[in-house]
């Protein structure tokens, strides 16, 4: 197993209130990491840390090198693609427009017309509505939007932050198709944060819990580890 | 299969560089045929110089304000610094316009980009104020007294215009006319190409989502310099056309209010829109021109108990603008022709299904 993302003794404060004590956490390369807590137990906290969005300590290695420093659309450009839970959509312009936009500064736009090509093999329905402004799509089609633009920045880690988050059952079920055919087809690492945790350990080959800021519980999904994280998570056990 | 799906609008859409040729070659004739025939006369030409280069001023504010989203209340400081170039080559170094106007370009990118680095950090309010001070401190500095060899300090200073060039008989207005309509159509093309290019799309990624912007790897800090870089040199290029029509330039010719005149055309007009820059600049260019007249006129015919001040006209037009047109008048203007393109007989019949190219 090949450690592409090495989060050691991550530690962030919102103004002096600690969110995240010294937390711990590894990306295998080729899997699918779930980051589970509860509300407010500081999951988006640690994905903008390690976006380097809001000030923090300790250390973040991407790829066997250390990224802490960076900016964020350093690491963006190193690959790092992280999906807000408000989606961040470019409302004013265009679904394509906002395709586009992490590959603007590029100029290649051969390589542009088939990234976006590929991308949108896995979401038919943005390819039918290139020409649609972002801010009128669906709440579902607003999420698959940001994902597809996201994978636009061709990343080698992606962290989602809770793509479920607002959707009706039916299309959440879709979105998730979706996630497990880019993971099958590309082998993409992910860092999944997702409060749905059936969803998160059904396509997770690892769990780390967050419990109030600190590591509760790491390992493998699997029966036992599923009961044991909600009693403990969910029921305060 | 991925070619964009394209949604119906009446759009004249007219090839820009025709676009470009015939406004040249129309403003040619025009300047030309009145020459010689007299019936537009001179000083005519210099009001419609003065309108477009409010419009060129007001297409500068537009990119950085329109497209990439960051409000300016100082893009007088640049027309200013745009004309004192434009004044001091000429003036005291007798250099040609084809030297000057890409000069006072270059000298306002530099001003624009060293003064963005530092203060697009700011927000909203913040940014604003920080862009008014600008305007404020720019003509304060033009009058400092260590520097009135160049600048003539409070007085200003005085230079003489060039003559049509390749021996053109046409009356000074009337061959500026042409040239603001050249630099007019040029500095159109230019932002045109610019907003519809990669950098573009980045600038209007962060007026949108200036956090999302940087997840996809966007430089917002170098795009929003470059952009309100490229903003200064547009405006600064009004300024120095503005220097060259009235063959004087000085600090009182650029003050704050004139920051103001520029924001007020570009919202006027419809932000982040290129036609919207010269229906706005033109409005201010009236509004500046008329204001007095009318208050007058009203105050005559109506007999009112008090006297109408400029200031009144201009505060009522731009309430009732707001509320009339509030995405600018071209919007609306935009927004009435699509409704009756969409309400024609048989509007809903396409021609044919559209095709992938
Ligand atoms: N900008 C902020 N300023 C102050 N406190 C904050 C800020 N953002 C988050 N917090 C606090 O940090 C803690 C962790 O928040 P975080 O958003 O990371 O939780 P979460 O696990 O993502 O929760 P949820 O599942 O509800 O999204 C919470 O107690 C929250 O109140
Ligand atoms: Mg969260």
Known sequence: MRRLLDVEGLSVSYAGAPALHDISLVVAEGYVTALVGANGAGKTTTLRAISNIIRKTGSVVFDGREIGALAPDRIARLGVAHVPSDRGTFRALTVDENLRVPTALSGNRAAERDDRERVLHHFPRLAERLGQRAGTLSGGEQQMLAIARALMLRPRLLMLDEPSFGLAPRVVEEVFAILRRIRDADRMSVLLVEQNLGLALAIADHAVVLDAGRVALAGLPDEAGRLQIVRRVYLGA | ?357
């Open chain 2, 1 to 357: 299969m991925s070619a964009p799906s394209h949604i119906e609008r009446p759009a004249i859409t007219a090839h820009p560089l025709l676009t470009g040729a015939a406004a040249i070659a129309g403003a040619l004739a025009l300047a030309a045929g009145s020459e010689a025939t007299g019936i537009v006369a001179s000083y005519t030409f210099l009001h419609l110089s003065l309108a477009l280069v409010m419009g060129i001023a007001v297409l500068g504010l537009n990119v950085v304000t329109g497209y990439a989203g960051q409000i300016s209340l100082g893009h007088g400081a640049f027309f200013a610094i745009g004309a004192y170039a434009m004044a001091m080559a000429v003036g005291h170094a007798a250099a040609p316009i084809w030297i000057a106007l890409p000069l006072a370009a270059i000298v306002c990118f530099c001003a624009g980009f060293a003064f963005a680095r530092p203060i697009l950090r700011l927000e909203g309010p913040y940014l604003a104020l920080a862009t008014f001070a600008l305007a404020i401190a720019v003509p304060q500095a033009l009058k400092y007294r260590h520097l009135e060899p160049l600048t003539g300090g409070a007085t200003g200073l005085h230079f003489v215009k060039p003559d049509a060039p390749f021996g053109l008989p046409l009356s000074p207005d009337r061959w500026l006319f042409v040239l603001v309509v050249v630099v007019a159509v040029v500095a159109f093309g230019l932002v045109r190409n610019v907003v519809q290019s990669g950098f573009g799309r980045s600038m209007m990624a962060i007026r949108e989502n200036e956090t999302a912007a940087r997840a996809l790897g966007i430089d917002t800090a170098r795009v929003k310099g470059l952009a309100f870089a490229l903003s200064a040199a547009v405006t600064g290029v009004a300024g120095a056309l503005h220097a060259l029509l009235f063959e004087f330039v000085s600090p009182d010719s650029y003050r704050f209010d004139l920051s103001l005149a520029i924001f007020v055309g570009g919202v006027v007009g419809g932000i982040a829109t290129l036609p919207g820059a010269l229906v706005g600049g033109a409005f201010v260019h009236l509004v500046h021109r008329y204001a007095d007249a009318v208050a007058r006129a009203l105050s005559d015919t109506f007999d009112l108990p008090l006297t109408l001040q400029p200031a009144m006209i201009y505060g009522v037009v731009l309430i009732c603008l707001v509320y009339l047109a509030p995405s600018g008048i071209y919007g609306a203007a935009r927004e009435m022709v699509r409704r009756w393109w969409m309400s024609r007989p048989n509007a809903g019949r396409k021609p044919a299904a559209p095709n992938a190219p």
